[in-house]
């Protein structure tokens, strides 16, 4: 198939993702709610935060080793400061909370590091495809698709560099892929998922839009392959 084809998903399709749709998988739908929530575990590979030695500092040196107070922030602030909070690479938009094909991982610049660790949540879902026309010469195949919850986990990010230990996005298979989200405050709903997404021929996750307040970051990981869907 070609390299990347958006999913043409009707009106009615659209409006099916959330309720159960027969999918390759067999799996039932998610409901709103999401499942019970993991108890929250701290990071475990953690390296050492930059710092500065010496007996004395100069002033830019003690600006460094300044940290951000989110204690008591809520989660419409928290969000904004963790969606602003650059990457130590200093790269231009680079974030210091990702989530990318590893995981979730904290590597923030040290000036705007937080005091005290943060807990998220990350929400994962199987995204399970049914093609419900085939390719021709002029008009691309149509898919329907619904979102099946995996889990909901807590972990404390910060203040620390560190990766979070299996968090990274599930693999799928043929007919299956995966949707990862990193968040704050209420959970997600199926309401807020994309509708949008696309099929390609690799399986590296790609950024996603998920239109609820508290997301950070999203990614997707597409199915290996949908012939046989």
């Known amino acids: 198939m070609r390299s990347a084809r958006k999913l043409l998903v009707t009106a009615a399709a659209a409006t099916a993702a959330l309720v159960a749709l027969p999918g390759c998988s067999g799996g039932e739908p998610a409901k709103d709610e999401p ?3 993991s108890s929250p575990s701290e ?3 953690y390296t050492a935060a930059p710092g500065t030695a010496g007996a004395t500092q100069s002033p830019a040196a003690k600006a460094s080793a300044q940290c951000v107070k989110t204690a008591g922030m809520n989660a419409e602030r928290l969000t904004a400061y963790l969606k602003e909070l650059r990457g130590a690479s200093g790269a231009y938009q680079s974030q210091g909370l990702t ?5 979730l991982n904290f590597a923030p610049d040290a000036t705007q590091r937080p005091c005290t660790a943060i807990e998220v949540k990350l ?11 085939e390719e ?6 149509r898919f329907e698709y619904t979102y099946t919850l995996i889990d909901v ?27 990862s989200v990193v968040h704050v405050g209420d959970d997600i709903t199926l309401r807020s998922l994309p509708s949008d997404l696309e099929l390609s021929d690799t399986t590296t996750p790609v950024p996603v839009e998920v239109s609820a307040d508290g997301v950070l970051s999203a990614v997707y990981v597409s199915p290996s392959g949908v012939v046989s869907c």
Do not use: F, M
């Open 99 to 103: 989530l990318n094909s590893e995981g």
């Open 43 to 45: 990071l475990a590979r």
């Open 153 to 179: 986990t807590s972990h404390k990010v910060g203040p620390r560099n560190g990766s979070v230990p299996d968090s990274a996005p599930p693999g799928g298979s043929d007919c299956q892929g995966s949707l």
């Open 123 to 133: 929400t994962r879902y199987w995204v399970d495809l049914k093609q419900i026309r």
């Open 35 to 37: 499942a019970a929530r």
């Open 136 to 141: 021709t010469p002029v008009s691309a195949a």
